[in-house]
């Protein structure tokens, strides 16, 4: 029998992980055993595992700075929302419609990276993180300065008002403004949540490993080298982006799907979720998919876990992000997690058996 490489059986633990997780969530649920607070919150961490996934894409593997990620999420959840409320009627399955509206914000969040990453890749460090960031704030004012309607003669936009749309009497307003857009179906839930996670993880650890990965990561490394021996840099560098704007346009639709009411504040699409997406990476591991995801995970779950302490809650929670930094970054932490990682308990385990 052959045996599996250590990416292969890398790459199965991290599947299985999520299976495992799923499996236990969804028994605990049945059984109940969960209280309704941490059922609130299952698709909520499929989310962000999902933005810190695809964000390490252009962190990690391509070694690009970008602060623009929750603008990504802003137009995979808007363009997604919009296709649902417009065609509510017209498709009367919820999966068919969630998957066709999840192809649309995958479709436009892949498409803005693109456009985006034509003239900002070109920039490096700094000026690229600050032009990102730029960019996301641009995405979250234009949307709150958004009216959009549809009426038996068609759709109709203004960035005045909503009277400006002039719609008929039997109209609907879709996009009101800084009121954002209300009544999306939600058809989102956490299976679906963990099915996308599960198809995030498998594009981006497989495209790390294939050719593209490879030359991507040449970049990363070296561009002067890669460029000399005949690396595309924009080529690679703009589909690396592509990619992560597009899964985070996934994101942003299982976000949009999942409320009632979808508007672009602050906290939902502004440079602070931005810099949480950021923290989940740097905190998991810069390039490590695994870890980025069971970052985002704890990271979510954590505040909700200390609520009850009250004023003490988030001083412990800078204490954990502290102690996971060192646990993380620092020599004798690697050597630590090393040493008794999962892969080394398992080989360990061969030997004795043998």
Request: glycine share 10%; hydrophobic share 55%; with cysteine.
């Amino acid at each position: 029998m052959k045996k599996l490489s250590k990416t292969t059986k890398s790459n199965l633990i991290t599947y299985g992980i999520v299976v495992v997780a799923y499996l236990v969530c969804e028994i605990l649920m049945r059984t109940g055993h969960m209280s309704s607070l941490m059922k609130g919150i299952l698709v909520p961490l499929c989310i962000y595992a999902i933005l810190a996934v695809s964000l390490n894409l252009t962190v990690g593997i391509l070694g690009e700075l970008s602060l623009g990620h929750a603008g990504f999420m802003c137009v995979g959840a808007f363009t997604g929302a919009v296709f649902s409320k417009c065609t509510v009627e017209m498709i009367a399955v919820p999966g068919l419609r969630f998957l066709l509206a999840l192809l649309v914000g995958i479709v436009c969040a892949g498409i803005c990276g693109i456009l985006i990453g034509i003239p900002v890749l070109r920039l490096r460090g700094d000026y690229l993180a600050i032009v990102t960031l730029a960019f996301g704030e641009i995405i979250k004012n234009l949307v709150n300065a958004i009216y959009f309607g549809m009426d038996k003669n068609g759709l109709h936009f203004s960035m005045k008002d909503s009277i400006a749309l002039g719609l008929e009497p039997d109209g609907v307003i879709i996009i009101k403004g800084a009121q954002g857009i209300t009544g999306t179906p939600t058809d989102s839930n956490f299976t679906i949540g963990v099915i996308l996670l599960l198809i995030t993880l498998i594009i981006v650890i497989n495209l790390v490993h294939s050719r593209t990965g490879r030359a991507i990561m040449a970049i990363r490394d070296n561009r002067i080298a890669a460029e000399s021996i005949g690396i595309n840099i924009t080529k690679y560098k703009i589909l690396a982006f592509s990619v992560s704007a597009a899964l985070a346009g996934a994101a942003g639709v299982l976000y949009a799907h999942n409320l009632s009411t979808l508007t672009a504040l602050p906290k939902n699409f502004g440079y602070n979720m931005s810099i949480m997406i950021l923290v989940f990476v740097v905190l998991g591991g810069i390039g490590s998919i695994r870890g980025s995801m069971i970052a985002a995970v704890i990271l979510t779950l954590l505040p909700e876990l200390l609520r009850a302490l009250n004023e003490y809650r988030m001083l412990i929670y800078a204490v954990v992000l502290i102690a996971i930094m060192i646990f993380t970054w620092s020599p004798k932490g690697i050597a630590l997690r090393e040493r008794y990682s999962l892969a080394k308990l398992l080989k360990r385990r061969e030997k004795e058996v043998q």
